[in-house]
């Protein structure tokens, strides 16, 4: 196995855009084997989180959306950003909460995932929260319309089996789910 340190070695980097959902850079980088690439795009986000949320009699709580960049309205569970300073369970706690009223419960860390380690800088820590219960109304962004749909396992299954799932943060921590808990 080879475990060497494969990093690449940054000559200049300048960026091309900073906008609060969009930082994008340029770099001029530096292979270990010598080779420079003066064109190497990396896309800066803060930390990401998501939640497996389900509440105390065994009901999954699934968020309907309409995503632009796919033209697409689906099924997801609940997501968000880290704030700054903030730690990724209290963001997912946070985001569960104003997303869709719901709190409390048993959380545990379920893994931590990558959108793309190519061009991407940042991390989604994914939890998941057992005997969750409402405990206020929605509080959402204006930007936001979010419908909440308490889900049965086999209809989320169904969603994941069915290719209905298509954000890939949130379909890898519920599929791993699915499988610990011998779900599938």
């Not at 064109?39 to 939640?51: A, C, G, I, K, R």
């Not at 985001?95 to 793309?116: F, R, V």
Request: proline residues 5%; negative net charge; aromatic residues 10%.
């Amino acid at each position: 196995m080879d475990n060497s340190n494969k990093e690449w070695e940054v000559l200049h980097s300048e960026y091309l855009i900073r906008r609060p959902w969009l930082t994008a850079r340029r770099d001029h980088v530096r292979l270990p084997n010598g080779v420079e690439n003066p064109e190497y795009y990396v896309l800066e986000y803060p930390d990401w989180v998501n939640v497996i949320a389900i509440t105390r009699d065994g009901h999954f709580i699934m968020e309907r959306q309409y995503r632009h960049g796919l033209r697409y309205t689906g099924y997801e569970i609940c997501a968000g950003v880290c704030e700054p300073g903030e730690e990724p369970v209290d963001s997912a706690r946070r985001e569960l909460y104003e997303e869709t009223g719901y709190g409390g419960g048993h959380w545990t860390h379920h893994m931590t995932i990558s959108a793309n380690t190519s061009t991407m800088n940042n991390l989604c820590h994914c939890f998941v929260a057992t005997d969750v219960e409402p405990v206020s109304t929605q509080h959402l962004e204006p930007t936001e319309d979010i419908s909440i749909h308490l889900m049965t396992k086999e209809e989320v299954r169904s969603l994941l089996t069915g290719d209905q799932i298509r954000q890939a943060l949130m379909a890898a921590p519920l599929w791993k789910y699915f499988a610990e808990n011998h779900l599938l």
